[in-house]
């Protein structure tokens, strides 16, 4: 009997997908050193892309940043028109009623819009599947550029431009910050090309609307896999909830660690007790 037979529909999903593809970049200093090449995090940067999901995540993104504050009046909000304009019969016209029927010059709007929410509702599932599907589509492109950190003191735009020039960045760039850079927060708002955000709010409409997704360290989403080449080290895993990437069952969390070593020692402190009886 056939294996895949006796899998439900999810496993059988599981089983066919791909295996992820396994990438790497340079990591580099603000001056356009190579520190080294680290491997990026296979699940979250190597993935097939979703190109349905990612629709469907922008579409609802944008929707939901519609105002929907647009209204007209109806004939019953337009001001006048309480009087029968003319005579019921005898005039060879149209009965009418009122001056501000929709018909009318000045009358009110039929079926016109009203104030109301655009926003639709997106499982989290799919939004970190978008997110991940636009952070593999910019990596296959090698549109990834990973900096270890900005080490900026105070705010310059001229250090900003410098630093893209020697990235070798162009178009328009995404720089993921954390909320305690605030230096190269300032450094970049001046550049009309390159938006910064937080890594906290990363999303896939951002990601996929800009040419160069720029991390450092501290914002590289899932951490770095393995540092490879002189001066490379591990990258921290992204802080942010929506990028971080859930930790896989059985890992070690180092509360695991901690608890294992306890047990340990109460083992050995019975055993002691045990001989000195």
């Known amino acids: 009997m056939n294996a895949l037979a006796t899998l439900t529909p999810a496993a059988r999903r599981a089983a066919a997908r ?20 680290v491997e990026l995090d296979p699940e979250t940067f190597g993935i097939v892309p979703n190109t349905a999901v990612m629709h469907q995540v922008v579409a609802a993104q944008l929707a939901a940043a519609r105002a929907g504050t647009q209204s007209t009046r109806t004939r019953a909000e337009v001001a006048g028109g309480g009087a029968k304009p ?17 018909q ?15 926003r ?14 636009a952070l593999s589509d910019r990596a296959s492109e090698g549109r990834i550029a990973l900096v270890d950190t ?14 893209l020039a020697a990235l070798g960045l162009s178009g328009r760039i995404l720089v993921v910050c954390t909320s305690d850079d605030i230096a190269a927060e300032r450094s ?34 899932g951490g770095a896999v393995a540092g490879m080449g002189a001066g ?45 009886a």
């Open 120 to 133: 639709q509702r997106t499982p989290k599932k799919m939004i970190r599947l978008a997110l991940r599907s």
């Open 150 to 163: 900005w080490g900026w003191d105070v705010p310059r735009t001229k250090s900003a431009v410098a630093a």
């Open 18 to 37: 791909p295996e992820p593809a396994r990438r790497t970049v340079d990591r580099r200093t603000v001056a356009g050193d190579v520190l080294g090449q």
């Open 86 to 102: 003319f005579r019921q019969k005898g005039t060879g016209r149209a009965r009418q009623g009122s001056t501000r029927a929709p």
């Open 232 to 276: 490379a080290e591990a990258a921290v895993p992204a802080v942010g909830p929506s990028s971080a990437p859930r930790s896989p069952a059985g890992a070690d969390t180092g509360r695991g660690a901690e608890a294992a070593t306890g047990a340990s020692e109460d083992d050995d402190a019975s055993e002691d007790e045990e001989g000195e």
């Open 188 to 221: 970049f708002s001046n550049l009309q090309r390159v938006h910064v955000i937080d890594v906290t709010e990363l999303n896939a409409y951002d990601i996929l609307r800009s040419d160069w997704v720029v991390f450092t360290d501290e914002t590289l989403p």
């Open 104 to 118: 009318w010059s000045g009358g009110g709007v039929a079926l016109g819009p009203k104030p109301r929410s655009y």
